[in-house]
């Protein structure tokens, strides 16, 4: 279950005062879930299987797919779940763990994974949207089978940087430069979702390998969602969730840096795992690339 903090409350104007002198003026709610009572169904609550311990299969046929979403909005922290991908020939299937606003303007944090044909690879799919505007694509191949048993899967949020986890391995970093120009999610709050549907449009080689339906129906397993992360209140949460203070222990200086370690193993992934990077495609970009990608990530 949800375990809420006790929020001071003051009146608007009294907030914004107290923001320019103390930094422990704002005590952030923060979220620690551990089942699917934080979660509901959004769609395809027919083609799904929830579990008493909390475990749930998602399930996608001909009729439909099937997805959930956290009841709580969040600007901050660290959104992890277990998932176990869709086994055998999966060609034309999207997994998706993945944190998002609404509206045309949205911010979006993305895992997706791709499915295969039997015997070839499965595509680890990230991305991330500012503003409604996405095309920052970077995947990976895995280095163990993710249908064979869950892994740990982590979207680690603060207003430094977004990190993508994989048992606890960063696979990708996004840095806060909005002080340069560039865009950065720290302005509107986001839910977490996680679906299973029929992508055969675009998932499997571009869409060249279409879904064998023969196969259905699809299942792929989730289990153990954590959020441990910073209740959005509206827009105060933007000042709320980014003072550094104790509670507020995504701030801290551990986070604003990879460890030594870290940056050891998030070159292990990219050298020997990446199979596409945004930054490097200057055919598709017709060489007008990113302003980020001129910038060190980590």
């Not at 709050?189 to 390998?209: E, F, P």
């Not at 017709?286 to 980020?292: C, H, V």
């Amino acid at each position: 279950m949800i375990t809420f903090c006790l929020v001071e409350m003051r009146s608007f104007q009294a907030l914004f005062a107290v923001a320019f002198i103390s930094l422990t003026a704002f005590q952030p709610c923060l979220v620690h879930g551990y089942s699917y009572n934080d979660m509901s169904f959004n769609w395809g609550a027919k083609h799904s299987y929830n579990f008493s311990n909390g475990d749930l299969n998602l399930v996608l046929d001909r009729v439909s797919g099937s997805g959930v979403q956290s009841h709580n909005t969040f600007l901050y922290g660290s959104i992890e779940m277990l998932i176990k991908l869709v086994p055998g020939n999966s060609a034309g299937t999207v997994t998706a763990f993945y944190l998002s606003s609404t509206g045309k303007y949205h911010d979006e944090i993305d895992f997706e994974f791709l499915g295969n044909s039997s015997g070839q690879p499965y595509t680890m799919h990230t991305n991330i949207f500012l503003q409604g505007k996405a095309n920052r694509e970077q995947e990976f191949t895995f280095w163990f089978d993710p249908t064979a048993d869950f892994h740990n899967y982590t979207i680690h949020w603060n207003p430094n940087a977004v990190v993508w986890y994989v048992d606890s391995i960063p696979i990708r970093v996004f840095r806060n430069y909005r002080s340069e120009g560039i865009g950065f999610p720290d302005q509107q709050g986001m839910k977490v979702y996680s679906s299973l549907w029929n992508g055969d449009n675009w998932a499997t080689r571009g869409g060249l390998v279409k879904i064998d339906w023969t196969c259905a129906p699809f299942m792929a397993s989730f289990r153990k969602f954590s959020a441990r992360a910073c209740k959005w209140n509206g827009p105060l949460s933007i000042i709320q969730c980014t003072y550094p203070t104790p509670a507020n222990w995504w701030t801290s200086n551990v986070y604003k840096q990879l460890s030594s370690d870290q940056q050891v193993n998030l070159k292990w992934v990219r050298d020997n795992y990446m199979v596409y990077n945004y930054c490097t495609d200057y055919w598709r970009f017709n060489g007008k690339m990113a302003p980020e990608c001129y910038k060190p990530q980590y």
